[in-house]
């Protein structure tokens, strides 16, 4: 199993957090998800999540804890990257976090919005409203981000998210990864 190139959406450049404060908690971002996406994410499992390392810049604070979550299809094996920032500590359901997913649909669908409402950034979209994969401007997330964000719900419960391995990774702003 390998991520395919021709499934990650590369970054146009830096991010931009447009909205310093994300407004939604990750159950509501959760929660307000389309059902299409809600449904689909029964068929991603998540691999592996780890804590990986933010690299020092303007755009979240030092105390900020980033998830890495490795996700893959049951059906079809593709492997996508969610990444979960945390301004206030540890995750947990209430916790308002900012999300990204490499997939075209976090992208081309959700991005802008949860750009917007603090929950994302701009960064792997030209920052073009999705007027015609979203033209209401609907909040949601991927079927990956949902299958990560419930899988963390389930581990902060009984601490084992505390205990996530570190991984040497560092974020990688230019690449996307
Ligand atoms: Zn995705």
Known sequence: MAIRQADIMKPLG?????????????????RRSWPSRRKSAKQIAVRSVKVIKLPRNEMFKAQTVAYRVVTYSKL??????????????WF???SR?????????FVYTFEYVLAYTGNG???RC?????DERNPGHRLGLCKHAIAALTVMHRRSLSEKLVRSTRSKAKINWRRGK
């Open 121 to 123: 950034m701009i960064w």
């Open 14 to 30: 830096r991010p931009r957090r447009v909205v310093s404060k994300p407004r939604h908690t990750a159950s509501v971002l959760v």
């Open 76 to 89: 079809n094996k593709h492997l996508h990257r969610v990444t979960v920032f945390v301004d206030s500590g």
């Open 126 to 130: 030209n920052g073009d409203t999705p």
């Open 97 to 105: 976090p900012v999300v990204d997913c490499s997939c075209a649909d």
């Open 92 to 94: 947990s359901s209430k």
